[in-house]
């Protein structure tokens, strides 16, 4: 019994001072308790896809002629309307080009925030076009993905009777190109992005005999941001093996201009055509003459499905 | 003997006092809106990191600045890109301390008006704030529900004078957290 008490007393007397540690050691690990708290949190927001994949590689779904790894996002429009005016060298006579001009209407749809399709007609050759461009692999902020990949798979049909030789009917399908590309991008900073293009292009048919119908080209293009709203960009499509007659490696050069809900892009090209089937393959103007068109690319989104979380806000905008 | 050795055991259960009850979210919800008469701006973030330590009155919002969702992806990106600029402030925070946090029963349903002083840190900049928060105890989660204003210009985020009339001065953000006991 007296050996009771006595460990009763000693528990008894310890207590005070099991607890009033404690309470030292919460005062002393209040801070950090807070930083671990910190610490806890920065890394659960640090493993979320917001903050682990690269985004605005580009700031449009095209370099200047030639696609950029952009996608547009679901459910959301992008109508276009490209231009390019003629020759600069034309002079006076001409206007400096301004009036002969080719123009490219197109809508842009995104199915997903990894598939888009667009449907376009240009007045150059009456071209029809419609691709679709997969996103295959997206850049990490982190390193593990140094790059993204899109593939892009377009169809274009030239509806001006090309010449026939007499006997001969022109099908259809002659007018028929498909058009292969991978794009392969890196945003190496805020401001600079760079992009490998291999391009592949099927002509059903091609004027002569020598003519390939199958052409390659090993696209260059990159952007380099100047301020928040304005990027200055460049293209060049060298081709590789044999090519059809008389045409030249295609280049651009260009500047990008934001605005609110639109992107307004402006170019000097060697390219009298504006979808890749003309631009890649079927150039010949000669940037040593001066055969240059100024041109204009204007991009204006709408949004037609409103993503899932957002349903209850209420944007209201001009 | 055996007597002996359970009450000491008994006793010493007694004396650990229960350790600090941490909670904590990682799908907290923040929500801010921008009203003039041309142009309502709102969003909405679904990733927002919290955590609260009831016993040491503290209180841990972590805002990942690419979550917030807008209805147009155009919106969004400016947004990311020339306002809030996430790519060198990717995260938006907020540490503080609950004084009257002794006053909230963390064991019982219940609904509590608190005031919380802390820091406010976001596009880089940091400054000291004080906002009440509304804490309700319900079916062993807290929530934290609190709405304050903002204003951009207090954190460096530059709006272009063509804009300014579309984007109001005080921005109304609002946060309604849900948090659960956080494992130990």
Not at chain 1, 195 to 213: D, G, K, R, S, T
Not at chain 1, 216 to 232: C, E, W, Y
Not at chain 2, 140 to 145: E, I, L, R, Y
Request: proline content about 2%; hydrophobic content about 40%; some cysteine.
């Amino acid at each position: 019994m007296k050996k009771l008490l006595a460990a009763c007393a000693f528990t008894l007397s310890v207590l005070p001072c099991t607890t009033s540690l404690q309470a030292q050691d919460r005062d002393s690990l209040q801070s950090r308790d807070e930083n671990d708290m910190m610490a806890i949190l920065n890394k659960e927001s640090d493993n979320i896809p917001a903050a682990i994949y690269t985004a605005a590689t580009f700031k449009s779904t095209r370099i200047a002629n030639g696609h950029s790894i952009e996608q547009m996002g679901a459910g959301v429009l992008d109508m276009r309307i490209n231009h390019r005016f003629g020759l600069l060298n034309q002079a006076f006579k001409n206007f400096f080009g301004l009036d002969n001009a080719v123009s490219h209407l197109g809508f842009d749809y995104g199915i997903t925030d990894r598939l888009m399709i667009g449907a376009g007609r240009s007045t150059y050759l009456k071209d029809y076009d419609g691709f679709l461009k997969v996103k295959i692999l997206r850049q990490t902020e982190d390193g593990r993905m140094p790059v993204s990949l899109s593939y892009m798979g377009a169809l274009s049909i030239q509806a001006q009777d090309a010449y026939a030789p007499a006997g001969k009917s022109y099908m259809f399908k002659d007018k028929m190109a498909y058009i292969h590309q991978a794009l392969i991008a890196r945003k190496f900073s805020a401001s600079f992005s760079l992009q490998l293009m291999p391009v592949y292009i099927h002509y059903n048919l091609v004027a002569f005999n020598n003519e390939p119908n199958d052409i390659f080209a090993l696209g260059l293009g990159g952007r380099l941001k100047l301020s928040k709203r304005i990027s200055v960009t460049g293209e060049y499509y060298p081709l590789i093996g044999k090519r059809l007659t008389g045409t030249r490696n295609a280049a651009s050069v260009g500047v990008d201009i934001e605005t609110g809900g639109h992107v307004f892009q402006l170019l000097f090209t060697n390219a009298t055509g504006i979808n890749e089937r003309t631009v890649i393959g079927q150039t010949t103007g000669r940037i040593d003459r001066g055969d240059i068109h100024f041109g204009f690319n204007i991009s204006r989104v709408f949004t037609i499905v409103r993503p899932k979380d957002t349903r209850d806000l209420h944007n209201k905008i001009w | 003997m055996k007597k002996l050795i359970i009450i000491a055991l008994l006793l010493l259960a007694f004396s650990i006092s229960a350790s600090a009850q941490r909670w904590m979210t990682r799908t907290g919800k923040v929500r801010f809106s921008s009203s003039t008469a041309i142009e309502n701006i709102e969003a909405v973030n679904n990733e927002v990191a919290g955590a609260l330590n009831s016993a040491a009155g503290e209180v841990v919002f972590i805002v990942p600045i690419k979550s917030f969702k807008f209805d147009k992806a155009l919106m969004q990106e400016h947004f990311n890109e020339s306002y809030l600029e996430s790519d060198k402030y990717s995260k938006a925070s907020y540490q503080g301390k609950i004084a009257d946090m002794s006053k909230v029963n963390f064991s019982k349903d219940g609904t509590y008006s608190v005031l919380s002083k802390g820091q406010m840190t976001i596009h880089g900049i940091t400054k000291n704030v004080n906002i009440p928060a509304t804490i309700v105890i319900k079916g062993g989660t807290v929530t934290v529900h609190s709405e304050f204003n903002i204003k951009p210009a207090d954190y460096g985020i530059k709006i272009p004078s063509i804009v300014a009339s579309k984007i109001a001065a005080d921005i109304a953000v609002t946060v309604d957290s849900i948090l659960k006991e956080m494992d130990q």
